[in-house]
T-cell receptor
């Protein structure tokens, strides 16, 4: 069975600082994809970043980067230079699909 | 290109009633997935339709059903509503069907907020 676990229900960070959101997963598939989605308050969910499991290099999209540890089945999201617009629910997801419970991130001015 | 649209945006029903939600995917997308989002359970996968066929199903009771039309539009039906069905129902479309091995970016709609009284 596939599972995705986000152990941090809520987090907060000061504007301009860096924050890391954790995600662990379990799958029996040898090839799969991992995603981070962002759901701003009262707005639609959008894809932030994706990682192909067979690629060792960590994905990066501007201020967003991941730390993908395949052996540990860990897929954390790092947000650098946090901005007020980063305030949102963040969902980690595994192709299949399977979503985590989400982490509510608040960026404080 | 227009995004994923869902109607209605808000709905209030009473226990025992049934409800039908609608989703129009992005033009050209053939896969439509449905999710239930609640504060306690997060985002839970209901089912996926691709080319009018259910391809994948989550762990929900048979009261939850869906269908997809030839134009890829999809409807989700919930019969005999229960208080616990109150949630935000999200629809997501993608070009191809999602599998464990596939990169399949999903584009989400704004959701339908269902309240069961």
């Amino acid at each position: 069975a596939q599972t995705v676990t986000q152990s941090q229900p809520e987090m907060s960070v000061q504007e301009a600082e860096t924050v890391t959101l954790s995600c662990t997963y379990d799958t029996s598939e040898s090839n799969y994809y991992l995603f981070w989605y962002k759901q701003p308050p009262s707005r639609q969910m959008i894809l932030v970043i994706r990682q192909e499991a067979y690629k060792q290099q960590n994905a990066t999209e501007n201020r967003f980067s991941v730390n993908f540890q395949k052996a540990a089945k860990s897929f954390s999201l790092k947000i650098s230079d946090s901005q007020l617009g980063d305030t949102a629910m963040y969902f980690c997801a595994l192709s299949g699909p399977r979503f985590g419970a989400g982490t509510r991130l608040t960026v404080k001015p | 290109k227009a995004g994923v649209t869902q109607t209605p945006r808000y709905l209030i029903k009473t226990r025992g009633q049934q409800v039908t939600l609608s989703c129009s995917p992005i033009s050209g997308h053939r896969s439509v997935s449905w999710y239930q989002q609640t504060p306690g359970q997060g985002l839970q996968f209901l089912f996926e339709y691709f080319s009018e066929t259910q391809r994948n199903k989550g762990n929900f009771p048979g009261r939850f059903s869906g269908r997809q039309f030839s134009n890829s539009r999809s409807e989700m039906n919930v019969s005999t509503l229960e208080l616990g069905d109150s949630a935000l129902y999200l629809c997501a479309s993608s070009l191809e069907s999602g599998t464990a091995q596939s990169y399949n970016e999903q584009f989400f709609g704004p959701g339908t907020r269902l309240t069961v009284l």
